[in-house]
């Protein structure tokens, strides 16, 4: 088996809470959205976009989900909004992928949605091929509307998903898969 297989077969997400430093270089984040940007996209509409959070962004984001958290919920206790405020300060860089669909009279809007799946995806699989941890999570701050106006976004986009990269303190234990027999037919 090649090496791109391998790393495939044993790629597998690493919870934020096990990220840390050092992250990416510039450099390498300048070839983990080359590598993600390289998907399925019929009529090359780029259907989606990315938001590159990390340094200072992170807190600023944390002061963000903390006002949110706690304008919802008054009476939550302090640890709840200690840790709305600390959700993206873990990896040191978060990459949240922006879909938006852009009309078409012949690509359907779910396809451009897949597309924007496809990148998160090869985000995924970008890092671990570069040696880092990662994992694609969405939550409430991928739907609530302050959290995605304070990122600007645009009304006609969604957040596809927030994908924490860092070094991995830990190596989570692999997971059951699906038994193949029970998710495949024959036609």
Not at 50 to 79: K, M, N, S, T, V
Not at 124 to 137: E, Q, R, T
Not at 138 to 167: C, K, P
Request: include cysteine; hydrophobic fraction near 45%.
């Amino acid at each position: 088996m090649n090496e791109s297989l391998s790393r495939l077969q044993q790629r597998r997400s690493v919870p934020p809470r096990w990220l840390g430093g050092p992250g990416p270089s510039e450099q390498e984040i300048e070839t983990l959205l080359k590598v993600a940007s390289r998907v399925p996209d019929h009529g090359k509409l780029a259907p989606w976009r990315f938001i590159l959070i990390q340094g200072e962004g992170r807190e600023r984001l944390g002061d963000i989900l903390a006002a949110a958290f706690q304008a919802d919920y008054p009476d939550a206790d302090a640890e709840k909004v200690v840790a709305e405020r600390e959700r993206f300060s873990k990896a040191p860089l978060v990459i949240a992928v922006v879909s938006r669909v852009i009309p078409h009279v012949k690509i359907p809007d779910w396809e451009q949605i897949l597309s924007a799946g496809a990148v998160c995806m090869n985000l995924l699989n970008a890092a671990s091929a570069l040696g880092y941890g990662a994992s694609w999570l969405s939550g409430w701050a991928a739907f609530d509307r302050r959290v995605l106006d304070a990122l600007g976004l645009q009304s006609n986009e969604r957040l596809a998903g927030y994908i924490h990269i860092g070094t991995a303190k830990e190596t989570p234990a692999d997971r059951d898969r699906p038994d193949l027999a029970s998710i495949v037919t024959r036609f």
